[in-house]
Each structure stands twice: as C-alpha cells, then as structure tokens.
C-alpha cells in the first residue's frame, strides 16, 4: 500500500519530466529549473434567463494551462538541450510531451504541448545564464492520481 503524503509541501517536489526528441517516453528531467507558476484560462460562457429573474447564469466550456518556468542554462543536460533547442524553431517543432509529478504522486501528462523560449542566455558578465519557457496545453491534458 502507498504511502499518502498530507499537509504542506516545498514548490521543489514538484517535478517536471519532457519527452527527449523522436520519443513519447516522457522520462527526461530538465536540469536546473528553480522558479515556476501555473496560471488556468478557463472559458465561461454567461447568459441572462428570465427565469432567473436577473440573475446570471454561467457554464465553464473551455479550459487551457500555462505553466512558466525560470531555470538556468545547462548545456549538456538532455532535458535541458532539448528545450534550449526549440529557441529558434516554429510551428509543430515546437510541441513536445510534457509531464508534472506532483509531491502526492499524481501526473498530469501534456501531449504535444506548446514550448515557448522566452529568455535563453543573457545577462550581466557575473550572472549564469537563463532558460526561461512556458509550457502551454495543446489539447486536454491526461490527469494520473496517485496510486
């Protein structure tokens, strides 16, 4: 039997895990990320029946997730090549599996999600160097509990 883990958690046991190129194994970590947010976009569609006498009524019809993340450059790591190597590219090339482990064990697999690089290198002459992206649905993501 499992083990439940409860209460609070630190944001590092959160992991994230991207397919490495021509593979749908989605078991490469991307070395050196430190910050990341999530943010939800969800579709509300709102109407105004008379049978509510003035009240709205509102049904959730579309969902999306963006996660960014803040992590350093580190050549010669896979996972973190890989998405460094998509800073140029456009279209489909873009798109690779993307998996977030939960503390709790639970998955949430984003099938040929959109990478967006938005910072990739840079910097002062003292700084180490950024790889920054958002990692944004494409499609309906595939939700694991935990066993």
Known sequence: M?????GVFPCYENQFKVAAAGSTTVDTTIANCEEFSVSFDNGVEEWNAFEQEG???RLMTAKSVTISVKAKRTLGDAGN???????YKNGRECEA???????????????????????????SS??????????????????????
């Open 2 to 6: 499992a083990t439940t883990k409860s």
């Open 97 to 123: 599996n993307f998996k977030w482990l939960f503390p709790d064990g639970s998955t949430v697999l984003f099938e040929n999600a959109v990478i967006s690089v938005t910072a990739n290198g840079g910097g």
């Open 55 to 57: 009240w709205k009524s």
């Open 81 to 87: 090549d890989l998405i460094a190597g998509l800073t």
């Open 126 to 147: 003292s700084s180490v160097a950024p790889l920054e992206f958002e990692v944004m649905s494409n499609g309906k993501p595939v939700y694991t509990p935990a066993a």
